[in-house]
């Protein structure tokens, strides 16, 4: 498998709490890697550190063989990489259906509405009127609706129905099957989402702790959602 980006010896310090402490990872192209761990284990931050919307105090980033440390998140953005972050995703003034065109660079909706259907009769409300559910679908359709080939989610189900989080976990393996990158972050590792995955890593107090097969890494010890998380979530 080629290696879409990796961290390489990452640290990533706010203030005075180091958050990542020189973390290792690598995700593979047009696969689904999970990076799992409690709140607090740092999961967050290496979707952040790799968005560039928090910087390294150490180490370096790479994406498809070229050196990324010091490129800002407006520049990732540009050349393909797209961040879903666990709040904020939306922008709360503008329609749904404002805010799928203005991801789709040609206008062309039709795929992000087939994957969730539910937002067909929401096209015209204002986001910040949403659910937090309906709010999470209109941030992954955003991303599928967008031309970007890395995609970080934290989360991307959180606060959507059983089934409609299925479907979304099952749209990943779609998605790189299409060709694709996806790295998602999670605190457990449902069957679907296990399914879709190549890779998963887990992580503890900001170290990898495992890193391997994802049905070996849903035996890890210790995933279990933990309380509200400091900075370095």
Same mark, same amino acid.
Request: net charge positive; glycine share 12%.
């Given at each position: =498998?080629?290696?879409?980006?990796?961290?390489?010896?990452? *640290?990533?310090?706010?203030?005075? $709490?180091?958050?990542?402490?020189?973390?290792?990872?690598?995700? +593979?192209?047009?696969?689904?890697?999970?990076?799992?761990?409690?709140?607090?284990?740092?999961?967050?931050?290496?979707?952040?550190?790799?968005?560039?919307?928090? @910087?390294?105090?150490? /180490?370096?980033?790479?994406?498809?063989?070229?050196?990324?440390? &010091?490129?800002?998140?407006?520049? *990732?953005?540009?050349?393909?990489?797209?961040?879903?972050?666990?709040? /904020?995703?939306?922008?709360?003034?503008?329609?749904?259906?404002?805010?799928?065109?203005?991801?789709?660079?040609?206008?062309?909706?039709? %795929?992000?509405?087939?994957?969730?259907?539910?937002?067909?009769?929401?096209?015209?409300?204002?986001?910040?009127?949403?659910?937090? #559910?309906?709010?999470?679908?209109?941030? =992954?359709?955003?991303?599928?609706? /967008? +031309?970007?080939?890395?995609? $970080?989610?934290?989360?991307?189900?959180? #606060?959507?129905?059983?089934?409609?989080?299925?479907?979304?976990?099952?749209?990943?393996?779609?998605?790189?099957?299409?060709?694709?990158?996806?790295?998602?972050?999670?605190?457990?590792?449902? @069957?679907? $989402?296990? *399914?879709?995955?190549?890779?998963?890593?887990? $992580?503890?107090? /900001?170290?990898?702790?495992?890193?391997?097969?994802?049905?070996?890494?849903?035996?890890? %010890?210790?995933?279990?959602?933990? +309380?509200?998380?400091?900075?370095? &979530?």
């Amino acid at each position: =498998m080629s290696i879409e980006t990796a961290l390489c010896a990452a *640290r990533v310090r706010y203030g005075s $709490l180091e958050a990542l402490h020189g973390v290792d990872l690598a995700v +593979p192209a047009a696969r689904v890697t999970v990076l799992l761990g409690r709140n607090g284990s740092g999961r967050t931050t290496v979707l952040r550190a790799l968005a560039g919307t928090v @910087p390294l105090t150490a /180490g370096r980033i790479v994406w498809r063989g070229t050196d990324i440390t &010091r490129m800002p998140a407006h520049a *990732r953005a540009r050349r393909g990489l797209a961040l879903v972050p666990d709040r /904020g995703a939306v922008f709360s003034s503008l329609s749904v259906g404002e805010q799928l065109e203005l991801a789709a660079p040609d206008g062309a909706v039709g %795929p992000a509405l087939d994957a969730y259907p539910q937002l067909r009769a929401l096209l015209g409300r204002r986001a910040g009127t949403l659910s937090g #559910g309906e709010q999470r679908m209109l941030a =992954m359709a955003r991303a599928l609706a /967008g +031309p970007a080939r890395l995609l $970080l989610l934290d989360e991307p189900a959180q #606060g959507m129905s059983p089934a409609v989080t299925a479907r979304t976990h099952a749209l990943l393996g779609e998605l790189a099957a299409a060709g694709r990158t996806v790295l998602v972050a999670e605190q457990a590792l449902p @069957p679907a $989402l296990c *399914r879709a995955a190549t890779v998963a890593y887990v $992580l503890r107090r /900001g170290s990898v702790a495992f890193g391997g097969e994802p049905a070996e890494a849903a035996r890890f %010890p210790g995933l279990r959602a933990g +309380p509200a998380s400091p900075p370095g &979530r």
